[in-house]
């Protein structure tokens, strides 16, 4: 089992910064990737970023230039720096954590509970 844990939402004006952090706990697993997503009422979780093993990094077109991933997987850590947040940014963000479970002998991957970011003057 693999346990997830995000923190660094709140309420920020538009224009602001927000920093979130994820870290990911666990025996048995091997971490090949970790990343964010977020997730309106009503709406389906999307991907905003993410981030290998090797350090190759994705990005949704909608937060490209102004979210940067970061982190060291194999210190299971990962960081989004979100600069120049607008109003639609206001979502519940995720913590994603993919990789090998040994128990398991099989690729899976675990969620955390997620953190609140309001963009809101």
């Known amino acids: 089992q693999v346990q997830v844990v995000e923190s660094g939402g709140g309420l920020v004006q538009p224009g602001g910064s927000l920093r979130l952090s994820c870290t990911a706990s666990g025996r048995g697993f091997t971490i090949v990737a970790m990343g964010w997503y977020r997730q309106a009422p009503g709406k389906q979780r999307e991907l905003v970023a993410t981030i290998t093993r090797g350090g190759s990094t994705n990005y949704a077109d909608s937060v490209k230039g102004r979210f940067t991933i970061s982190g060291d997987i194999t210190k299971n850590t990962v960081y989004l720096q979100m600069n120049s947040l607008k109003p639609e940014d206001t979502e519940v963000y995720y913590c994603?954590?993919?990789?090998?479970?040994?128990?398991?002998?099989?690729?899976?991957?675990?969620w955390g509970k997620g953190t609140l970011v309001t963009v809101s003057s």
């Open positions: 994603n954590v993919g990789g090998y479970s040994d128990f398991h002998d099989q690729v899976m991957d675990y």
